[in-house]
Structure formats: structure tokens, C-alpha cells
């Protein structure tokens, strides 16, 4: 067997959620092979039967906590060649009144797992951080280089915390740890064939998954956090990008460390635009000819007015960008819905 026919495993925490089960695919899709940990805490095991549909075979599967040492023992016993570390609470809302299961979950976790991954000598490693690090930026579009602000909630503090604790990893070992932290904008849509998407369990916190239950009939109307922002027609902007663009990202991130040995970059995922809410909600309308039940309720406390990614570092360094429209994303996610509803 040459060096070229050693399966590239892939442990990938998280994978039964939502970005993960599409990266899952994405890396099978380029020649990885993906291995899932995941103890469904916010997921459910029929996403293992939509990716089976999706590749026509099963994908390794641990219902694990990724930070089990014990239980983490099967993933080792075959060498891993990478990671991506999904794994984490991630609703804001919550982490105010649970913070120490998220710095529990969230930053423990994360370092146990580093631990694991550092011990077991394996050498790349990408980790799913978040624009919240950034909080109400400075300047527009945001950079990678821009000031991590103090963190809005718990949730975005462990974000901030991680990617600390990584660079610390990162100079412990030298560099052979090589780590890429992944800034996500805002993810929305699903999977093109409807066998995969995202499972908000209880009411939805996030604009897009409320909106196309709103749709469905399942929400009486979603209500638009404030319209009297200083932004063109007063709703807030966001860098929505499709859930499949990120996942092809983190294939091309894990390429980027294969080729940069032992190196840590942090990089933007977004669009590069910004979109306002009543602009999903006329894309979404244009992309599926169905009308958005809605109405404008006050601010949300928290919200930021404006964000949107400079996303240039992925595109010079990973020769990475999106590829797909918003309305795009929107027909992807209502698609989903309908087969959820
Ligand atoms: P998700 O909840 O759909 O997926 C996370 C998965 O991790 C779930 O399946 C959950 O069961 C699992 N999990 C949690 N803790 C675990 C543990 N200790 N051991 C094993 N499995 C565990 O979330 P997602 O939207 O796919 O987000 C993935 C990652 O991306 C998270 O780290 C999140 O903070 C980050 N992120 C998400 C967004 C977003 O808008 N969705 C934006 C920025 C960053
Ligand atoms: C988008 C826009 C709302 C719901 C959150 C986290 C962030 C990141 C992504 C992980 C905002 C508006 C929403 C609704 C609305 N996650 N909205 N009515 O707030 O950008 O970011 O998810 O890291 O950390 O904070 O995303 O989808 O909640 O909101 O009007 O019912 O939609 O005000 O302008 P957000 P979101």
C-alpha cells in the first residue's frame, strides 16, 4: 500500500449537527474520509441516514462526547490524519442562563480534545469559530485583523477562549499541531437533495429556520427584530452564506494546512455582503414565490446593526470563496422545511 492509499481519516466532533453533517459530505466528496463524534446532544441520528442516502454508505459513526477520554479510545486505534472540531452548545440565548455548561462543553471540551488530539500525534486540526468574536465591529467589511471585542455573551466568550487556548496548544507544540480557526458568518440552506439540513430542536433563535417554519405554517409569523436601525431600510445586516459553501471550506482549509505544515491562521467565511432581514425575506419570497408571514416587534438585546466578512485571506490563501446566491440558500432551506414539516 503507498503512502496514497492510506485512508485520510477525518474526526469530525459535531458531525451529526448541522455544518458538520455537510462538511461530512464534503470531505467525502474529496477523497477524505469522514469519521463522526457526536453524542446527539443536538442532533438526531436519522442525519446518519440522510448521509447514507446522499453517499451511498454509511459513515463511521461514535455516539461519544468528544471529550471522553475513554470513550474516544475506538476513533484513536486507527490513525487520524485530521480533525474538525464542531462540537459545542451554540445558542446565545442559553449560554446566559447555562454559562458554565458552555464554558463546560464549549472551552472544556475543546481542550481535552486538543489534548487527545496532540498525545495521539495527530497533525491538523480546524476549528469552528465565529464572527461573534468581533461583536459590533469597528469598521465594515471585517477583517481577520480586526479587534476581538469583549464577548456579548458567554456563548461568544468561549469562542474567544478557544481560539486562545489554541494558540496556546499551537506554541506547546511547536507548531505540530498545525490549527486553522474558522470565523463563520452566518450559515444558512441545506443540502440541495433535502436529505440534510438544520434541526433547530424547540423554537428556532435564528432568522432563517424561523422564517421558513413561519412559512410552513408551523410559526404564526416571524417577527423582524427592529426596523428602525440607521441601515438603508432599518433592519439589521448579516453575511448569510450556504451551509455547503462553509463545508467545501473546510476542505480547503484542511488542504491549506496539508500544505503549510505546523502553521495557525484564522480565517473569515462569509460572502463579503451584507444582506438586511428584509432582504431574506424578499429573496426568500423571489427564490420560492411563497409569502413570509411577518411582522416588525422591537430590538433584540444583543444584536449587532451591521456585520458582514472581509473574506479575501480564504480566497488568496485557501482559493476559497462562495459560490452560491442567497436565493439559493433560501430555496435550499425551504426545500429542507418542507420536508421536515
Ligand atoms: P449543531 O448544534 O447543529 O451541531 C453541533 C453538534 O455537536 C450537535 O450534533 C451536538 O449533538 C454535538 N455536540 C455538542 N457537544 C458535544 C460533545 N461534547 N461531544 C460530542 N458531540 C457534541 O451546531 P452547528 O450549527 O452545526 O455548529 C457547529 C459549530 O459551528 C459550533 O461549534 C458552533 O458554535 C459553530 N458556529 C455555528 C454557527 C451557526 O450559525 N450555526 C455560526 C458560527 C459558529
Ligand atoms: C440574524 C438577523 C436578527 C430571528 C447568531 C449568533 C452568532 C452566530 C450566528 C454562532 C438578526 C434577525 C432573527 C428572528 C429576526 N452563531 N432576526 N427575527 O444574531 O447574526 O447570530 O447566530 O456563532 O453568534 O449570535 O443570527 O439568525 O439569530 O439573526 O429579525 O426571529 O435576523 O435580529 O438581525 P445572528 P440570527
Known sequence: MSQNDIPRRILVTGGAGFIGSHTAVALTEAGYVPVIVDDLRNSRPEVLDGLERILGHRVEFHAVDCADEEGMKAVFKTPVHGAIHFAADKAVGESVEAPEQYFSNNIGATAKLTQMLRKAGVQHLVFSSSCTVYGEATALPVGETAPIQPAASPYGFTKQACETLLGYSHAAGQGELGIALLRYFNPIGA???????????????????FLTQSVAGLRSELTVFGEDYPTADGTCIRDYLHVCDLAEAHVA????????????????????????VKEVISAFETATGRAVPHRFGDRRPGDVMAIYADASKAEDLLGWRTKRSLEECLADAWRWQEKLA
Open 191 to 209: 443540502h440541495p437533495s433535502a436529505e440534510i439540513g438544520e434541526l433547530p430542536i424547540g423554537t428556532p433563535a435564528n432568522l432563517v429556520p
Open 253 to 276: 482549509a484542511l488542504q491549506w494546512l496539508e500544505g503549510h505544515s505546523g502553521a495557525m491562521e484564522a480565517f473569515n467565511l462569509g460572502t463579503g455582503k451584507g444582506s438586511s
